[in-house]
């Protein structure tokens, strides 16, 4: 039992076999503890006997038994295997991915979605991810190119946000098409772009920020009703894609007094 | 003379090493630019034949010995030895750090002043010293508790921002009597705090951003005229700081319209 649990974990460090079965690891005490929270299905989780030495530890041991999750107790190298962090802290869960879809979404008479059109870097994304939930995106579109939302490292930086906020992986044609049938306005983020400060945002928006890198894709370029940028001091070329996000997302946010 | 270089670089890689000698290291094509760019004083750089391959790296090359920097020639083992980064592209560079005070600093009638209250994670101060420069922040100020500037995370995070921006360490008491001094309002930046949306901002404003866990310090907390927030969806805790930061000092300077 606890090798086929160990088995499972290590084939979901690789975004394949992720993709394959729908599930995902989430590892250490905290990550853990927001899957508890977020009621997602857990497939089973791996502890080691470091994770009973504090109360929050046994808690949260606990918690999972009384979820019914399938335990397995595992050595501290066997952990380490599966993980992708250096120090899980006794404790690594195997989870189902949350099947959130466009057509699920419920969008208000005003309603903000991001669109992350090729942001690789997984610390980024999942800063944007916690970022998005907290200043009232109602879901983050990930377009190809985009590292996988449910990558380890994308997971320990949302702090759970996508537990329980929609965030999913979508195609181009799809997301065009939606955006179009829910009259949702397209904006891309872009140096180059209209100053943001001025220009008063649809009731709908969808804002789409682009690799760190090479920016918007061609495709996003094409869709967009209008680019927008925010005013930066002379000789500084960009922002970093999370801090940017945070500050469209807030800027844009407060225009139309959503708060 | 290589290993003159070497061993220095390597004594640069601990905090006290850096602070005795008021040196640096820049690692990588990108951030030895950064430090040409800047005119910061090179004492030396290590450089790997890899550095050669690419016409980028030869320029850098070129531009280094025309600034009179000492060069030695390394193995790529050897250039490992001495940086923080698993590929640090064939070249390492070690500068002076700049020197920058608070009696230097010349504030005009309005300006914003960036207080780093015991932020530990080199990658978020690095983004935020970046994010000040880019927003127009006229110094960082970073207290004790706060991690290094001069650590190498931090370096690759701000891109050369501190480079040609202020940023120094400041003791509490020297930093409050120069505020107090200079008519500058300290604010500090907290979850329970004042809700920023519709407070006006003074001319001269210094902002306080805190610990990722702890947050403010008791010293700050005593001395800020306020503390401010930002609004969050309900059931959300915080927004990474560096992200936070942006949008503080976006908002901020948007108010009294420095942009």
Known sequence: MGSRLLTLARDLQ???GRERRALFVAEGVRAVEEVVRARLSIRGALVTPQLLESPRGRTLKNSLESRGAELAEV?????????????????????????YSLDSLRLPVQARLLVLDGVQDPGNVGTILRTAAALGALAVLALPG????????VIRGAMGAHFRHPAMQVEPEELFSYLT???VELWGAETRGDQLNGIAPPARLAIAVGNEGAGLSESIRAHARR???????????????????????YALRGQVGLA
Chains 1, 2 share one sequence.
Request: aromatic letters at 2%; a negative charge.
């Open 181 to 183: 049938q829910q009259d």
């Open 146 to 153: 985009t590292v996988d939302l449910w990558n380890p490292k």
């Open 227 to 249: 680019t927008v940028a925010l005013a930066l001091e002379p000789g500084v070329e960009s922002l970093n894609v999370a801090v940017a996000t945070g500050i469209l997302l």
């Open 75 to 99: 050595s501290s190298r066997e952990l380490a295997s599966a993980a992708d962090t250096e120090t899980p802290q006794g404790v690594l869960a195997i989870a189902e991915v949350p099947q």
């Open 14 to 16: 690789r975004r394949r």
